[in-house]
């Protein structure tokens, strides 16, 4: 591994630019999202920042089933993401649908359809701790050694 | 001919400041904005459409699943609601317990939107003090009811869980915490020289026009209208709760509000907690046939359902009606056209609290 290349691995590690997108969710996982930039989580002591922006992301939080609207939207922003990234679906709705899995429903879980997702975080909605837990684990592993994978 | 547009700007649906997505597109004339139209269906998710057909026990959690930020009040007024078809009566104990867990509801939706206009006008050191406030409210809504968010605490006939003394001590310590906190916050946003330049004048909204475009909740009541649900309510009219409101219908005026409603809630707590009756938590009875509209105080204005049941207290109809679609196209059509900046239009739009998820359901 060239001197590089690990420099890329720990400064990855550390800065970690965070978009999250709600494709149809009763804004529970929103704002559980919102909770971990407060000071009792700090989200930002990990290196972790929350833009909203895909242009400048790493990780996509994937939040709520999807709704029609966002069939071909959720693709156009996962595009918009550069390399490497990572998505990460919160909540049970982006899993099985939750509550909203029933015959009469306009959405259409789960995202695992319209783009590729790294990890799952279950729960209505999950904890903060969990959200943050879930995006410490998956971004620096998948981000590592990603030019010599490549 | 004169050319009265230069360019028509769309904002969203993935904005940095909106936390769901939705489409405001403003015509400007330079940085002046001469119209704005809100476009929305992005989170259609049919929860009505779900909820027909079901037994209440299972549209009681769809209902809670409307809106997450403020999921009590949205169990409270659908429990409400089958109870009056069915004639159901609440022991006063629940009835007390039901309002304290509505008013810490209550208390945390308003800091998140008060973080949300701070975070907008990127004041985000008062903004992440709020959150660390709310977080504490968070705490105690999670010893009262289990749950942080989806609580599911209110059911027929009363409530799922007694509460003990230590409970409440400790709800009370946290109360005392949360108002000198809150006090403090509050004085630091009146004094700010910078937030009074972001919101002191700016999304202005006269009572006329409020009550033209039937502006509901806090949106309202910061225009001089005395409007609010809760004094409609027998528990509130026991705890003798009069509506706050203020006069200047500004973005400064609304969070200003939105301060004292909090207070006004943590003095609420206060009193149920010292004047809570003893006995039962639950009365039992059925749901049965019945067709009835039920309103409440949502934390964002009126909330309305009206559902139908049959005999074994299955939902045949239902309608819901949410209080941001009413401050949505308020903010659209009065408080957003006339902003000098384009920067002020998500000010204006966020200090509206407007919540997209609940609005489409």
């Known amino acids: ?150 | 001919m004169r050319k009265t547009v230069d360019v028509s700007i769309p904002l969203g649906p993935v904005h940095p400041v909106f936390k769901e997505p939705c489409r405001i597109k403003c015509e400007t004339f330079g940085e002046q904005i001469l119209a704005a139209e809100v476009e929305l269906g992005y989170m259609k998710k049919g929860i009505e459409r779900i909820m027909v057909g079901r037994p209440w026990q299972e549209v009681m959690f769809l209902a809670e699943r409307v809106c997450g930020i403020c999921s009590v009040i949205h169990n409270f007024v659908f429990i409400e609601t089958v109870e009056k078809i069915s004639k159901i009566t609440v022991p006063e104990r629940a009835a007390y317990l039901r309002v304290l867990a509505n008013e810490l509801d209550r208390m945390q939706s308003h800091l998140i939107a008060n973080f949300s206009y701070c975070y907008t006008i990127e004041h985000e050191t008062l903004g992440m003090y709020l959150l660390n406030t709310r977080e504490r409210v968070m705490d105690m809504l999670e010893y009262l009811t289990g749950a942080r968010v989806t609580c599911a605490y209110i059911v027929p006939g009363g409530v799922r869980f007694d509460v003990d003394s230590e409970d409440l001590g400790r709800i009370m310590q946290t109360m005392d915490l949360v108002v000198e906190e809150t006090h403090r916050y509050r004085e630091m946003f009146a004094s700010g020289p910078l937030i009074g330049l972001r919101s002191k004048g700016i999304g202005v909204m006269t009572k006329e026009q409020a009550e033209h475009i039937h502006a509901v909740g806090p949106t309202a009541r910061a225009c001089g209208i005395a409007t609010d649900l809760r004094t409609d309510h027998p528990t509130y009219q026991r705890l003798k709760f009069s509506p706050v409101v203020r006069t200047e219908g500004d973005n400064f005026a609304r969070v200003m509000l939105r301060f004292d409603e909090i207070l006004q809630s943590a003095d609420l707590i206060r009193t149920i907690i010292n004047t809570l009756p003893g006995g039962k938590i639950r009365g039992g009875g059925t749901v049965g046939r019945g067709e009835t509209v039920h309103r409440g105080e949502a934390p964002r204005g009126e909330l309305t359902y009206r559902v139908k049941t049959d005999t074994h207290g299955r939902v045949q109809e239902i309608s819901i009606q949410t209080p941001s679609i009413m401050n949505i196209e308020a903010c659209a059509r009065y408080m957003i056209p006339g902003v000098t900046s384009v920067a002020d239009v998500t000010a204006a739009y966020i200090s509206s609290d407007p919540c997209i998820a609940c609005t489409e359901r």
């Open chain 1, 1 to 150: 591994m060239t001197i590089l290349q690990s420099l890329k691995n720990a400064v990855r590690q550390r800065s970690i630019h965070v978009c999250y997108v709600d494709t149809g969710s009763c804004n529970g996982c929103d704002i559980e999202v919102l909770a971990c930039l407060s000071p009792r989580y700090d989200l930002e002591q990990y290196g972790i920042y929350v833009h909203n922006n895909p242009r400048e992301a790493d990780v996509l939080l994937i939040i709520g089933g999807v709704t029609p609207q966002w069939e071909d939207k959720l693709m156009m922003i996962w595009e918009k993401i550069p390399e490497p990234k990572a998505a990460i679906s919160i909540g049970n709705c982006p899993i099985s649908g939750c509550v909203f899995s029933r015959p009469a429903t306009l959405t259409k879980a789960p995202a695992q359809r319209y783009i590729p997702i790294a990890a799952e975080v279950p729960g209505c909605p999950p904890r903060p701790t969990e959200i943050i837990e879930a995006i410490l684990s998956v971004a620096p592993s998948l981000f590592k050694d990603w030019e010599v994978k490549r």
